[in-house]
């Protein structure tokens, strides 16, 4: 094994490993319980979005929840049954949260979805292993469970080191030990898959020392490469807590520090976690989707400790189960490290795609938190700090909620190891505040981004209903402009070509003439038949009655003439100055008019006043008296024609 220069970090401590317990067995695989219970939020990012529903039966393998999202991540039926309910269930989660689970009912067959991996990987683009990756739903195993193709998908050229964390520093975890003892050359295949698609000058394995076996399986299956194109080795660090965190382990393997506020890949590493590599190995040579992993189970309380491949989405009281624990025993219960982990609260909790460990510790094992006692500044936590932070500045800020003092302080850094509480002679949990004062700022973010994506949309529909307006008002200008343009065009050609084409006032002219013509030998028809009439009344003639009938019909013709002539010269729009034919020939037809105009009044009126009666209103009387007016000047009108038509 060749030497690499190793470094140190600040701070670290050294509790007791209690790891020895767990590593005496090989790996077992776990039991497949009556029902797996599936958080479709398994990892970093968007939740996946199932597509089973309730009664679908599912192969080992097959796709139930799909992610969508690019930060997000698909997840696999663990193994064949039938779906239940989709439903909110416990999961995971330091305020012991209920998520959206998928319930799957086993049929204990355990049968495949057919499947099968890539001949040769190194015949594939890193496109699509990055895509196979994705496909079988990778996330980190180590840590958050951050999706891995998403990781994977930084541009080669930025990455000179990829480093493989297999330091495992957290007390009574040994999932990846017996994983790197077990299944060595598997690892190491998925690591070559990983350099295959990222290209690093060098790849190295950081493992603490306190794991020999694992460290020469290791070394054994990279001795057995035929070629070792990417330099994969092995470095041996030492045992010290946090050694496992991803800049403390960058800092020991290379000297070089993560930026504050920046990535492994602004100096140029990539990180993966060894179990991940593993699971790179099962996707791209088997083609097998992520559906189980390595699960440390023990504690006091655990009569039987050991790593069991578990499948996700086994109840922790089934594990529990399986490993002859003590129930009455179990003072603590605690998924993943003492010094990280969470404490459960319900055993129906499911072993998700993160759970590296399951202690159930007795009272004696992790007794109950002491008192809290007031900071006496003795400073220990800070020299415990791996992260160079003042966790006693941040515990009085995080306590007061001034966060803008805790950003200040970098709390954002704080990698929430708890090296600093493990110190405290005053019991202080600072982790718990830092934890409360992180979800308090990310919360404060969170609104902000929310009231300011909302003035944006805001200032964004603002903007566009003024733009809409000012393209209205343009095109209402731009209209009346043409319509002005057009007019003054016809005008300008009307002058220049004047036509003596007949145009509407024309023919009314024609037909006003025609009219007028008939109305003027009407006019004379009367005339001589009143003369006759005269004359019959005269004589005593017994024509007179037909001579008077005749005169009516001609006076009635030469009436409806004249309202004829009347309305041409009005629809013709006849100059103010013409005279009225029909009032200046027959003043019947103009009293005729009045009274109907009388009558309209008369009428509109009335109708008024009985709306307002309808309403109860208080213009009745008002209204009334206009309508009494109106028939008065209506019978006044009517009397003024029947005095003129005698
Ligand atoms: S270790 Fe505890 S008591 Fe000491 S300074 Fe830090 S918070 Fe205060
Ligand atoms: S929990 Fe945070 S503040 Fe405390 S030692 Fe770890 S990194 Fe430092």
Not at 26 to 40: F, R, S, W
Not at 542 to 557: H, N, P, R, Y
């Amino acid at each position: 094994m060749k030497q690499i220069q190793l470094h140190d970090f600040n701070g670290g401590i050294h509790p007791n490993e209690n790891k020895i317990q767990s590593t005496t067995l090989e790996i077992l695989n776990a039991n497949i319980p009556e029902k797996l219970i599936l958080p479709i939020a398994q990892h970093i990012g968007a939740p996946s979005n199932p597509v089973v529903k309730p009664g679908d039966t599912v192969l080992k393998g097959q796709l139930i929840a799909q992610g969508e999202d690019f930060v997000s991540c698909n997840l696999h039926a663990p193994t064949s049954g039938t779906i239940g309910e989709i439903s909110l269930q416990p999961v995971p989660h330091q305020s012991n949260m209920t998520a959206t689970s998928i319930e799957i009912i086993t049929d204990g067959k355990d049968k495949w979805l057919e499947h099968s991996g890539l001949e040769n990987y190194l015949n594939a683009e890193p496109e699509q292993l990055i895509k196979l990756i994705q496909q079988a739903g990778i996330t980190g195993l180590g840590g958050a469970g951050f999706p891995t193709h998403v990781k994977t998908s930084i541009p080669a050229s930025k990455i000179d080191t990829v480093i493989i964390n297999a330091a495992e520093c957290e007390p009574y975890i040994t999932s990846d030990d017996m994983l790197m003892r077990e299944h060595s050359q598997e690892v190491i295949r998925g690591i070559e898959i990983l350099c295959h698609i990222l290209k690093p000058k060098q790849c190295l394995i950081g493992i603490e020392n306190n794991k020999p076996q694992a460290i020469e399986a290791l070394q054994q299956a990279i001795d057995k490469l035929e070629s070792n194109a990417y330099h994969i080795q092995v470095a041996s660090i030492p045992t010290k807590y946090p050694s496992g965190g991803e800049k403390q382990l960058i800092q020991i393997l290379t000297g070089q520090e993560v930026p504050n506020g920046g990535l492994p890949a602004d100096i140029g590493v990539l990180l993966q976690n060894v179990g991940t590599a593993h699971a790179i190995y099962q996707a791209i040579d088997k083609g097998e989707p992520l559906i189980s992993r390595i699960t440390t189970v023990t504690g006091d309380a655990c009569q039987q400790p050991r790593n069991y491949r578990v499948l996700f989405g086994t109840q922790v009281k089934d594990l529990l189960a399986q490993a002859n624990t003590n129930l009455s025993k179990v003072s603590r219960l605690v998924m993943g490290g003492p010094m990280m982990g969470i404490t459960l609260q319900d055993t129906n909790t499911p072993v998700v795609k993160t759970t590296n460990c399951l202690i159930a510790a007795s009272k004696h094992e992790l007794p109950d938190p002491a008192q809290e006692q007031a900071c006496i500044r003795c400073g220990m936590c800070t020299q415990a700090c791996p992260a160079q932070l003042l966790p006693q500045q941040l515990y009085w800020f995080s306590k007061s909620s001034n966060l803008e003092q805790a950003k200040a302080h970098n709390i954002g850094d704080c990698i929430e190891c708890g090296a600093c509480s493990y110190v405290c002679p005053s019991n202080i949990p600072l982790v718990q505040y830092y934890r409360f004062a992180k979800g308090e700022i990310r919360q404060a973010n969170a609104d902000k981004l929310k009231s300011d994506g909302a003035k944006k949309r805001f200032d964004t529909r603002t903007a566009r209903l003024e733009r809409e307006q000012a393209e209205k008002d343009a095109k209402r200008k731009a209209r009346s402009e043409a319509a002005a343009k057009k007019q003054a065009e016809k005008k300008a050609q009307e002058a220049a070509n004047p036509t003596p084409a007949a145009d509407s006032n024309t023919v009314a002219e024609i037909d006003i003439a025609a009219l007028q013509k008939k109305l003027d030998a009407t006019k004379l028809g009367i005339e001589k038949s009143k003369t006759k009439l005269a004359e019959a009344i005269a004589s005593d003639s017994d024509k007179v009655e037909i001579l008077q009938g005749a005169l009516e019909k001609a006076q009635t013709k030469m009436k409806d003439l004249a309202l004829k002539i009347a309305q041409a010269k009005k629809a013709s729009k006849a100059t103010p100055e013409a005279t009225d034919p029909a009032s200046e020939t027959d003043p019947l037809i103009a009293l005729k008019e009045k009274v109907l105009a009388a009558k309209t009044r008369m009428e509109k009126a009335q109708e008024r006043l009985n709306m307002a009666k309808e309403q109860n209103l208080d213009t009745v009387d008002a209204l009334q008296m206009g309508v009494d007016k109106q028939k008065a000047k209506l019978d006044a009108a009517q009397k003024t024609l029947e005095e003129a038509s005698q």
